[in-house]
DNA sequence: ATATCACGGACTCTTGATATCCTTAATAAA
DNA sequence: TTTATTAAGGATATCAAGAGTCCGTGATAT
């Protein structure tokens, strides 16, 4: 059980797009250079964040990504959904109502889902920025 | 990113071997029916857990599997742990030490393992008994 | 001795994630 | 207007891991 590449690209993208001057865009050339990427492979991600609604993008000669206006409210939560979707961890194979065993395993995952969506990226992004030398 | 079925057969399988008078051993075929799998799969996952430590085999005839005597004390995380290993959900793709991604990720994983720690099987199936017409 | 059961290796099958290729559309600059 | 640049997206190929089966071995009660 692991979080797919997907989002682990998808959040380092988010932190360096959060990182850049307001307003500023970044082509997905340079997003995939930064991680080692394939650009037409790294766009899927993009534009799974741009449906999302956290990235804008703009097509065209100088065109590119930057963080939507929300930017101060986006949670690590915010983008591993957009990236995984909206499924539980655990669906009892048996199915009969209720099930107990069931219960529990999505209170776990509540709670990382609380802890997911109560750190933000621009928290990550600051730290970040401070240890660069 | 799912839990695998084999945790939850494990699970149910767990729960069931608990609810058994001490002692008394139940057969793969047995433990395969109620949960319409094969005996052959079930089989392996039974080995992990026994390799684990959560339940005792006896072979040969009249043989088959009973709940280990820590039974009072097996948790959730204890029989997933026994399937799925021991791995973290999230590793950073970019491998610079201490990513501070990885370390909001690892974080949340923990609050729900510490939860899944703290729910113990026994309660569980006194909850199934109960319920039991 | 025989039937019953757990154990384990090797193998197949399926599925979903990963990744690439190629075409289309939009925009800026020349 | 033409050209270069860039995002969007469909189709396809590749790959790894999980799911599940088959078969042979060994242990034990009757």
């Given at each position: 059980?692991?979080?797919?590449?997907?989002?682990?690209?998808?959040?380092?993208?988010?932190?360096?797009?959060?990182?850049?001057?307001?307003?500023?865009?970044?082509?997905?050339?340079?997003?995939?250079?930064?991680?080692?990427?394939?650009?037409?492979?790294?766009?899927?991600?993009?534009?799974?964040?741009?449906?999302?609604?956290?990235?804008?993008?703009?097509?065209?000669?100088?065109?590119?990504?930057?963080?939507?206006?929300?930017?101060?409210?986006i949670s690590?939560?915010?983008?591993?959904?957009?990236?995984?979707?909206?499924?539980?961890?655990?669906?009892?194979?048996?199915?009969?109502?209720?099930?107990?065993?069931?219960?529990?395993?999505?209170?776990?995952?509540?709670?990382?889902?609380?802890?997911?969506?109560?750190k933000l990226l621009i928290d990550?992004?600051?730290?970040?920025?401070?240890?660069?030398?």
């Amino acid at each position: 059980m692991k979080y797919s590449n997907a989002t682990n690209y998808a959040l380092h993208t988010m932190v360096h797009l959060i990182l850049q001057p307001r307003e500023s865009l970044v082509g997905v050339q340079e997003l995939a250079e930064m991680q080692h990427l394939s650009p037409t492979y790294l766009s899927k991600i993009l534009t799974k964040l741009a449906k999302a609604g956290l990235i804008e993008s703009t097509p065209g000669a100088k065109g590119g990504y930057k963080v939507s206006r929300t930017k101060h409210e986006i949670s690590f939560l915010d983008v591993i959904h957009a990236i995984e979707g909206d499924t539980s961890l655990f669906d009892c194979s048996i199915h009969h109502e209720g099930c107990a065993i069931e219960k529990v395993m999505w209170q776990a995952e509540e709670n990382m889902k609380s802890e997911l969506n109560s750190k933000l990226l621009i928290d990550i992004a600051k730290e970040a920025e401070s240890k660069q030398k």
